[in-house]
């Protein structure tokens, strides 16, 4: 069964561009979301465009819940990232994931009217009959969830790897650091890359 995988990144943290060599490492691609509100985060989002990933918004000050700030203000976060995010990768950001995960039918309203194909949820599992582009889930979280239930969340993601045609992977470097898990990633990793090679 060939596989599409959807690899993405949430946030700024210094241990992004360790997370990106090793992608390069097992031949991986992602997507990084990264708030642009400080002058060294966009030299980070630049590096990682520079180094062929794709970026996407996540907003400019990643607001804690973008529903409860104004029209102006919600409008801002949504389409103003892009405009930066473009005016410094030379990409097109075709991609937006909600802060937090938090939004409603009006905020997905701006995000297309902002001219994003596609966003990204904290949902995980997959909804592969979901046809709103706008919705799509996480996935796999790479971190402990309540969810996972007494499953190790690198078992709960290569059991999903096996079992799902559509694979979406999804976390935060500063995570990884923080538990100490640089070893399950890379273990992950070379999962997916020997799946792929088959």
Request: charged share 30%; proline share 2%.
């Amino acid at each position: 069964m060939e596989k599409t995988y959807l690899i993405t990144w949430d946030d700024f943290s210094p241990l992004n561009l360790k997370l990106a060599r090793l992608l390069r490492q097992y031949d991986l691609e992602a997507i990084f979301f990264i708030e642009c509100d400080k002058d060294y985060k966009i030299e980070q989002i630049k590096m990682l465009a520079d180094l062929g990933f794709e970026i996407g918004s996540h907003t400019i000050h990643h607001p804690q819940d973008l529903k409860r700030l104004s029209k102006i203000d919600a409008w801002c976060e949504i389409a103003d990232s892009r405009r930066i995010l473009q005016e410094v990768t030379k990409q097109t950001i075709d991609w937006f994931c909600y802060p937090r995960g938090r939004y409603n039918e009006k905020i997905i309203d701006m995000v297309r009217q902002a001219g994003y194909k596609y966003a990204r949820t904290t949902k995980i599992y997959n909804d592969n009959n979901n046809d709103e582009n706008l919705t799509i889930s996480g996935g796999v979280h790479c971190f402990q969830r309540q969810e996972y239930g007494k499953v190790d969340w690198l078992d709960f993601a290569k059991n999903f790897i096996k079992e799902n045609k559509i694979v979406r992977i999804w976390g935060h470097a500063w995570e990884i650091e923080k538990n100490n898990e640089w070893d399950k990633l890379e273990e992950l990793f070379e999962f997916i890359r020997s799946l792929k090679l088959k």
